[in-house]
């Protein structure tokens, strides 16, 4: 039950224990889109990693590695770990793809 909201919730995204300040890592090569403050989700990040999946990187601390329109490579640090979001999640990380290309699974 998130005690953010006071009730279940779920979402297509994957919700990460991590430490306050620890790396956070682009989960594959791609461009970095879009950086943003949102209200609830605290400093988000969104990251191209081409075919079809975009990588959503949201409670990242306000100092990140990268800007928009940089090009990052798998693993590189984007940013730390931060308590920007109103959720009680360290960070949340959520894949999208387009209707057209499903996931790959390896």
Do not use: F
Request: glycine share 12%.
């Amino acid at each position: 039950k998130s005690e953010t909201l006071g009730y279940w919730k779920t979402h297509d995204g994957v919700d990460i224990k991590a430490d306050l300040g620890e790396p956070v890592k682009a989960m594959n090569k791609g461009t970095v889109t879009k950086i943003w403050d949102d209200p609830l989700w605290g400093n988000c990040m969104t990251i191209d990693h081409g075919n079809g999946i975009v990588g959503h990187y949201y409670n990242l601390s306000k100092e990140m590695s990268v800007k928009e329109g940089d090009e990052v490579n798998a693993g590189e640090v984007i940013g730390a770990v931060g308590d920007t979001a109103q959720a009680e999640v360290a960070l949340w990380l959520e894949k999208e793809r387009s209707v057209d290309r499903p996931y790959r699974v390896y």
